[in-house]
């Protein structure tokens, strides 16, 4: 939140889209995660195994809010890049 709480419980969806945030990548299916209680989400598969996202672009969305508070009202677009060997992911 903007009081920089770590807020445990909040939903998110994240999908692989084109270099300008619009256009869904068909090869990458949309993946849910859940805020922990150190606020941080991990998006895993349908057998429970922490997603390793691939260099591209991606829209990270809240889905639904913990209780007594409000969703974001904006999604944020995440780009993930590769530098000296490890993958790292630039808000824009």
């Known amino acids: 939140d903007r009081y920089d709480r770590k807020l445990e419980g909040?939903?998110?969806?994240?999908?692989?889209?084109?270099?300008?945030?619009?256009?869904?990548d068909?090869?990458?299916?949309?993946?849910?995660?859940?805020?922990?209680?150190?606020?941080?989400?991990?998006?895993?598969?349908?057998?429970?195994?922490t997603i390793n996202l691939p260099e591209g672009y991606y829209v990270i969305e809240e889905t639904a809010a913990p209780l007594g508070y409000r969703k974001a009202n904006a999604p944020w677009k995440v780009q993930v890049v590769e530098e000296n060997g490890q993958l790292v992911a630039y808000r824009h």
């Open 10 to 24: 909040a939903l998110f969806t994240i999908r692989k889209t084109d270099e300008n945030y619009e256009n869904p």
């Open 26 to 49: 068909t090869d990458f299916k949309a993946v849910t995660g859940e805020s922990k209680k150190d606020g941080l989400v991990e998006f895993k598969d349908k057998d429970g195994n």
